[in-house]
């Protein structure tokens, strides 16, 4: 029996498998990819963009620990745009449309350039178990790849099933085959199994839209890069247009709900509330009159448009009604339609932070099967993963992320922790210390780290450290500034005359400040890199609120870090909802600080459970 | 705090008193009456038994005892109570054999409602509310403390944290969601309605300022010459001999003061040493403090007396004392001799200070854990109202969340806890 040994064997070439895989070669593993389809490797099933508020900022974390999904992004890039640009650089998110071929092409080269990475195609059909540790992946084929740590990255793969109006197929995207054994293997092996579902819209073809009908959407002038790394775009440059619903298309939709996979009650998986069918849309505000569709170019190359807004499971020809009741649409024609899909997505709970299956040693787990939506989402935990799978097969200790200092933290805390009842998406908000967890400051925040745990390459190290030292000497400079409140005035801007000097950061963050009075008094910081003065400005700007960040951060570590047996579920603790109590049976959480985090915790709930645990360690 | 065993304390008032509860409350409260030779007690029904001593067998009393089976408790915990006869003799006795037995102990102070909270019986604002309640001396002090029991505070409380979760919502919408259509970019009114949330709290913390008064009580100092009478229309109004009363001018050389509740409020009315020109040693100390007493006064009563020279100490109100020697006609007169004087000063002082306590009672506001976090809560409103940024204005209303949940308890449980707990004393 052909039989080949690996230390890390990824599950899945998708934008976790990818990230995954790279990450664990990087990190010294000998690595294999396995995949239905060589050819499939880096596809984008959904839309044709990566990055957005939040998603771009988990983009720009993973880019610092030198991860690839932004460097291959920004070789597929044809369109920038920095989202809330009017608002602060907290929650301004790099965003880009990608060209669907160029960026699979990329990352398949990109792939096969990697050292200790190699390609496996192939169906895996089974885990390979020996003494409760997972030892490798048996393939439908016969062959085995025995590895110390197997990373699943299944994305809509596992025991996927499509949905299309009245019609229902066993598939893992459109024309792709699902992992139906595997799913009934991990069934078999006990794990908290779920069903979500997520859907995608028709595709057009653009020689059918009225182009000259419909308003232009083009991209920044002046781009952001989703890589630090990158510094010009590599393929030209295309806008996207925008059309949108109207009454006419509502009152199809309306008419045909019933035939709609999802309102026919054929589907019982959870869909996300964020991303919603146009079905949804309709029904659950059914007072708008219109709703904003954008239509995506799918590639330079390409004829395919992705209109982004309308993700649909109604049949086909409702599909066309719909489509041709759009401004510009009028003749446009359907190249493939609109579906929804369900998948498996295991409990997420039942992971440690380390993104290990806490009940299957050698187990990792990483994107769409532990709940989340979106490919950036698949890839910060792909790093995770990968980094760990190569750790525990270089026989390190495992590594977690602190939600203090990163956005994948962030997720991978509130994964474990709440589990996710819908599909899991990264925003702002999500993050408590949003105001530090910048896209500007991700490798500020996070490269040193990687570096600590073999992650960052020769490139990567030598222009991060440039930028720090850069930063540090402006650091210097600023602080050094002493300016009397006469000479800001000379400046126009307006200082309390106590007779205060001020510092450079005072000035960066006066309103009437910024750069452009900063660079009167210090020339030399006119020619620093952009993205040094950007995150130079970002500092200044939100210090009073990071300083109190840190200090609220700290108090709640402290409260937090009261430990909670490991019994105390078992323990009767009157008083303690029926509900909560399941939770703690569920999670069994080790500190204060985790019981907290679980979804549904009430002060009350909180309050007996730290009493009892105090009770009990007395 | 220990917090496993069998707890034990007497419940009720200090004896001698006519009876007194010795109450139990535990896994091991039927066993202990057990060993007092009680059982086959009906639940909830009160039954006459005879207590005997677990360690020698001799008769205690003979005592109503009534079992309540938990968790349906007050501490959600097996309960025992003996309504003895109210002899410290007996309730001692009672105390002292009961924590011989295994697994039993008295009870900490506040023990049977922190059991009440640990084993859900009772919530954090209802605890805070009935230490309040327990701990009230006066009618005005129970009215207030029954009022924010139920919930008088805790409504508007979560009303503000709706509003509060409502404005961050508001903002972090347009943040999160800024590429999406249906999510409008304009937020204009987002400080105002910050200002407006700020003033609201703003109000009701204002309005409760005076909260202490309540605990404090009204204070009324009496001014006048040595010998106007001063001791004498205390001891008249209080009905006590508490101030000393001698002939000699200039005896009552330091404050007396005399507490009493008038009206269902805490008054202390107190007795001044005379003001006299000239006057040295300790007799000058007692005046300066007597001018200390009446800055801080609530009421400054000035006792004139015709046998006595008028001083002119500003004053509230004039009472011409000892009128049955004479005085003029038409004014606020009194004389001990006349007891219908004496209840219409009572009556007319009953009316100032249940003006003066009105807004005291109607605080909502009356602890410092309550205020520090209102008060934080506010600035942080104020900071969002003030930012021009919008991620500046969401993280300024986090902040604000992050302060009203210390109102809900949410964050800083300890010193909740704590506060709590640390002021309760019932069971004794």
């Known amino acids: 029996m052909f039989h080949v040994k690996h230390d890390v064997v990824v599950v899945g070439a998708g934008h976790a498998g990818c990230e995954a895989a790279a990450a664990a070669a990087r990190a010294g593993a000998k690595t294999a990819l396995v995949t239905l389809n060589q050819d499939a490797i880096g596809r984008l099933s959904c839309n044709p963009a990566m990055g957005g508020i939040g998603k771009g900022h988990l983009i720009r974390e993973v880019d610092a620990l030198d991860g690839i999904i932004g460097r291959i992004s920004d070789l597929a890039g044809i369109q920038y745009r920095l989202l809330n640009r009017s608002r602060g650089p907290a929650v301004r998110g790099p965003r880009a449309q990608i060209d669907r071929a160029a960026y699979a092409a990329a990352m398949q080269a990109e792939i096969a350039a990697t050292d200790g990475l190699t390609v496996v195609e192939g169906e895996v059909a089974d885990l390979t178990v020996d003494g409760g540790v997972v030892t490798g992946v048996r393939l439908a084929d016969g062959r085995t790849l025995t590895a110390a740590a197997v990373i699943l990255t299944t994305g809509t793969f596992l025991g996927g099933v499509i949905h299309l109006g009245e019609k229902t197929w066993t598939a893992g995207r459109m024309g792709e085959a699902a992992a139906t054994d595997l799913s009934h293997r991990l069934r078999a092996l006990g794990l908290p199994m779920k069903r979500l579902k997520t859907g995608t819209p028709p595709r057009l073809a653009a020689s059918s839209i009225d182009w000259d009908a419909l308003p232009e959407q083009p991209g920044d002038a002046d781009p952001v890069f989703l890589s630090t790394m990158t510094t010009a775009p590599a393929l030209e440059q295309r806008p996207c247009h925008v059309t949108g619903t109207n009454v006419e298309t509502h009152a199809v939709i309306r008419v045909n709900l019933t035939r709609s996979a999802m309102y026919g009650g054929g589907i019982t998986g959870v869909g996300p509330r964020y991303c919603p069918s146009i079905e949804d849309k309709v029904v659950r505000f059914a007072d708008r009159e219109g709703h904003q569709v954008f239509l995506e170019p799918e590639g330079l190359t390409s004829d395919l448009i992705y209109p982004n807004g309308i993700s649909t499971s109604l049949p086909e020809d409702v599909q066309i009604a719909m489509v041709r009741s759009m401004a510009g649409c009028g003749r446009a024609e359907i190249v493939q339609p609109g579906y929804a899909i369900e998948y498996d997505a295991i409990d997420a709970r039942a992971l440690a932070p380390t993104l290990e299956l806490r009940a299957l040693p050698g187990l990792f787990l990483a994107g769409q099967i532990n709940g989340t939506t979106g490919y950036e989402e698949a890839a910060a935990q792909g790093l995770l993963a990968g980094l760990n799978a190569a750790r525990l097969a270089g026989g390190a200790q495992a590594v977690t992320m602190s939600r203090d200092v990163s956005y994948i933290g962030v997720m991978v805390d509130d994964l474990v922790t709440n589990g996710a009842d819908e599909p899991y998406r990264m925003f702002t908000s999500r993050a408590e210390n949003r105001l530090s967890l910048r896209a500007d400051n991700a490798g500020e925040r996070l490269t040193a780290w990687g570096e600590t745990h073999g992650l960052i390459g020769a490139a990567r190290k030598a222009h991060h450290a440039a930028s720090m030292a850069a930063k540090q000497a402006a650091v210097e400079r600023l602080r050094g500034l002493a300016i009397t409140p006469n000479e800001a005035a000379g400046e126009g801007v307006g200082i309390n005359r106590d007779g205060r000097r001020r510092d450079g950061f005072e000035l960066l963050s006066h309103p009437e400040g910024g750069w452009r009075v900063v660079d009167r008094f210090c020339p030399d910081l006119e020619t620093l890199p952009r993205e040094v003065r950007d995150s130079l400005e970002a500092d200044a700007l939100y210090r009073t609120y990071t300083d109190r960040q840190m200090t609220v951060a700290a108090e709640t570590r402290a409260a937090d870090a009261l430990a909670i047996p490991q019994d105390l579920a078992e323990q009767p603790i009157p008083g303690l909802s029926n509900e909560l109590r399941q939770k703690l049976i569920a999670r069994r959480p080790a500190t204060i600080g985790e019981a907290r985090r679980i979804s549904g915790m009430t002060p009350a709930g909180l309050a007996l459970i730290a009493a009892h645990a105090r009770r009990a360690v007395a | ?428």
């Open chain 2, 1 to 428: 705090m220990q917090l496993d065993g069998t707890i034990v304390a007497l419940s009720s008032g200090r004896p001698p008193s006519a009876i007194a509860i010795v109450r139990v409350s535990g896994a091991e409260a039927v066993a202990l009456a057990a060993s007092f030779g009680v059982t086959g007690l009906a639940p909830r029904r009160a039954s006459l038994r005879r207590l005997v001593s677990p360690l020698d067998g001799a008769l205690l009393d003979r005592a109503v005892c009534v079992h309540f089976p938990g968790p349906e408790t007050s501490t959600g915990e097996d309960i025992v109570e003996f309504h003895c006869h109210g002899s410290p003799a007996i309730v001692e006795r009672v105390l002292a054999d009961a924590v011989t037995l295994s697994g039993v102990r008295m009870a900490e102070p506040g023990e049977y409602t922190l059991r009440a909270v640990l084993n859900g019986r009772m919530g954090m604002a209802d605890a805070e509310a009935l230490a309040d309640l327990i701990e009230a001396r006066t009618e005005g002090e129970r009215r207030r403390a029954l009022r924010l029991s139920e919930g008088a505070l805790s409504m508007r409380v979560a009303e503000w944290r709706a509003r509060l979760i409502g404005l961050l919502a508001d903002a972090e919408s347009r943040l999160d969601f800024a590429d999406e259509g249906d999510v409008p970019d304009d937020l204009t009114d987002l400080a105002c309605r910050c200002d407006a949330l700020a003033r609201e709290i703003a109000t009701v913390l204002s309005d409760s300022s005076d909260a202490d008064k309540l605990t404090d009580g009204f204070h009324i100092v009496l001014t006048g010459s040595p010998n106007a009478g001063k001791s004498s229309l205390i001891n008249a109004l209080t009905a006590r001999e508490a101030a000393i009363v001698t002939p000699e001018a200039g005896t009552t050389r330091d404050v007396v003061a005399v507490t009493i509740d008038l009206g269902g409020y805490k008054v202390t009315l107190e007795d001044t040493a005379g003001l006299r020109d000239g006057a040295t040693g300790v007799e000058a100390i007692g005046i300066a403090r007597t001018r200390e007493r009446i800055a801080r006064a609530d009421l400054v009563i000035a006792v004139i007396s015709p046998d006595t020279a008028a001083t002119d100490v500003p004053a509230d109100l004039v009472v011409h004392h000892k009128a049955d020697l004479g005085g003029p006609a038409g004014a606020l007169a009194t004389s001990i001799t006349d007891p219908a004087s004496i209840d219409l000063l009572r009556d007319l002082l009953r009316e100032r200070v249940s003006e003066a306590m009105r807004p005291a009672e109607a605080a909502l506001v009356t602890r410092a854990r309550q205020r520090s976090a209102l008060g934080a809560c506010i600035a942080r409103l104020s900071d969002a109202a003030g930012e021009g940024q919008l991620e500046l204005q969401a993280e300024a209303l986090r902040l604000a969340c992050y302060e009203m949940a210390r109102m809900t308890g949410e964050i800083g449980i300890e010193d909740v806890l704590d506060d709590v707990f640390g002021r309760f004393c019932i069971g004794k």
